[in-house]
């Protein structure tokens, strides 16, 4: 392997160099082992190491779409029999995976080399990697900032170059925010074209959906071949799609494809230059390739839907902390989590059954409202993000809102909170940041971001695209060619990679 350069590779590239017999599998193990101990004391990306296992698997006979390329798994839900799996949290420290998510027994089958697990924040509850356990992940392009959240780990660990390709989940943006802000490609998938159990048969009612990050269109949509079908425990099954992701990847569209483009939040608040610029940029680009262009607002109430949202949020914090009493043989207390974490649970026990029976249908209203939005623009394109990557820490609350967090979670005051809306309001201030990707988690829908932009101090900045529910195909037939254009970011460009 001498003079071989493992980072010039993607995923099916290094796949491709095996069928060759150019490399063996145990050498890229290797080559990726060294490069994750080489940067990981720099970005904290990965917080559970499985060298052994891989270098086991990597001696046995390989087959598959990935066989022999190596990987990492996020650390929640992704779960591996008999091996940790802690979701960012100490509570779940002594756990261990009781048997391979549906997940990771399709993802076995590609043939890929599962080297570890990636930093989350606790309970995968926000846009930023910072959880207390573990401590802070950072961004490759520039360790002062953050790499988004939360798959923030496993986007560092892809943009730095140790791997290709990571798992990652996404609830609210979780694919989406952590490839913009570290020049990656990420798709969310259609809900449910990827599987969620056995455990469990809807993630966050329906809003996440597993996939990968990855720096290559390809290597997605190839993904995503190996991924999706039908799941005995799905709540929810997506349109049948009974091609090829790869070859959609890989096929121009045909001209004059209509496109809807806005650079407004959708709850009002402000949007970066960066950002806005992002999105012009692309529709322009868009406009010279023969496509239809016009700016468009969907035609939803993204304050209602950012309300039906953290309703969402709530609940699922209070359900998660339920759980914890089979893990610990007791009942949580507020020791056993971060105080936010606890914080949301109380919000959520105060949330009542009508008032999350009658957030879900918010969902519903705006699914359908954009599916006729979709029956007269194919994509509709915004901003992945509001801003470009926060500081590391700059997300965290105040210390007077860590004081308060703290006196409401031991006094157990989240009805009282609730009432009078102190911490929707730290909710909304975080949502300013990333309000764009929420929409596609309610209604269902497919939605990736791309890297289009570099801000003037160099850190990316990502473009998101919604298509109509089951249509990903169109997507990564979008991406395919806008992958060819010089506004791609090339993750190599990034100085740590």
């Not at 953050?146 to 140790?162: D, F, N, R, T, Y």
């Not at 990736?448 to 695209?465: A, D, K, R």
Request: aromatic share 8%.
């Amino acid at each position: 392997m001498k003079g071989f350069n493992y980072k010039a590779y993607d995923g099916l590239g290094l796949a491709e160099l095996i069928k060759n017999k150019e490399v063996q599998p145990k050498e890229l193990a290797e080559e990726s082992i060294k490069i994750i101990d080489s940067i990981n004391p720099k970005i904290n990306a990965v917080i559970n190491k499985l060298y052994d296992k891989a270098r086991m698997t990597a001696n046995t006979a390989l087959s598959g779409a990935f066989a022999g390329v190596p990987m990492l798994l996020k650390d929640i839900s992704q779960e591996i029999e008999g091996e940790p799996i802690t979701a960012g949290s100490k509570a779940f420290l002594s756990y261990r995976a009781k048997t391979d998510s549906e997940y990771v027994r399709r993802l076995s089958k590609t043939g890929a080399l599962i080297l570890g697990q990636t930093n989350v924040p606790e309970f995968a509850l926000v846009a930023f990697t910072e959880p207390v356990h573990y401590g802070p992940t950072r961004n490759p392009w520039n360790i002062q900032h953050i790499p988004g959240g939360s798959s923030g780990g496993s986007a560092a660990a892809v943009a730095s170059g140790m791997v290709p390709i990571a798992g990652a989940n996404d609830g609210g943006g979780s694919i989406r925010i952590p490839a913009a802000y570290c020049g990656l490609f990420g798709l969310k998938p259609t809900r449910g074209r990827t599987p969620v159990g056995p455990n469990y048969g809807r993630s966050w009612q329906g809003a996440s959906s597993e996939h990968v990050l990855t720096r290559s269109v390809r290597d997605s949509a190839a993904m995503l071949d190996q991924l999706h079908g039908h799941e005995k425990a799905g709540a929810f099954h997506a349109p049948p799609f009974r091609e090829s992701y790869l070859n959609a990847a890989s096929t121009p569209l045909q001209r004059n494809v209509r496109i809807a483009f806005s650079v407004k939040s959708p709850i009002g608040t402000d949007v970066h230059p960066d950002c806005r610029e992002a999105v012009l940029k692309t529709a322009s680009l868009l406009g010279s390739m023969g496509h239809k262009v016009e700016e468009a607002d969907a035609p939803v109430d993204g304050h209602k839907l950012a309300k039906s949202y953290l309703t969402m949020y709530f609940g699922e914090t209070a359900a998660q902390l339920a759980t914890l009493e089979g893990v610990l043989g007791r009942k949580a207390t507020y020791s056993d989590v971060e105080s936010t974490t606890w914080l949301l649970g109380l919000l959520g026990k105060a949330t009542s059954a009508e008032e999350f029976v009658l957030s879900l249908r918010e969902w519903d209203k705006a699914a359908l409202q954009m599916e006729t939005f979709h029956e007269t623009y194919d994509f509709y394109i915004t901003p992945a993000t509001a801003y470009p990557p926060a500081q590391i820490g700059e997300l965290q609350p105040s210390a007077s809102e860590k004081l308060l967090i703290s006196a409401a979670g031991k006094m157990k005051l989240g009805g009282l909170l609730k009432k009078i809306g102190i911490v929707e309001q730290i909710a909304h201030q975080n949502l300013a940041r990333t309000p764009f990707t929420q929409l596609a988690n309610l209604t269902g829908q497919p939605a990736m971001s791309m890297p289009l932009h570099l801000t003037s101090n160099g850190l990316p900045v990502g473009v998101q695209v919604m298509a109509a529910r089951g249509r990903e195909d169109l997507l990564l037939q979008l991406a395919g060619e806008v992958e060819q254009s010089n506004l791609w970011i090339d993750v190599r460009r990034n100085p740590m990679y």
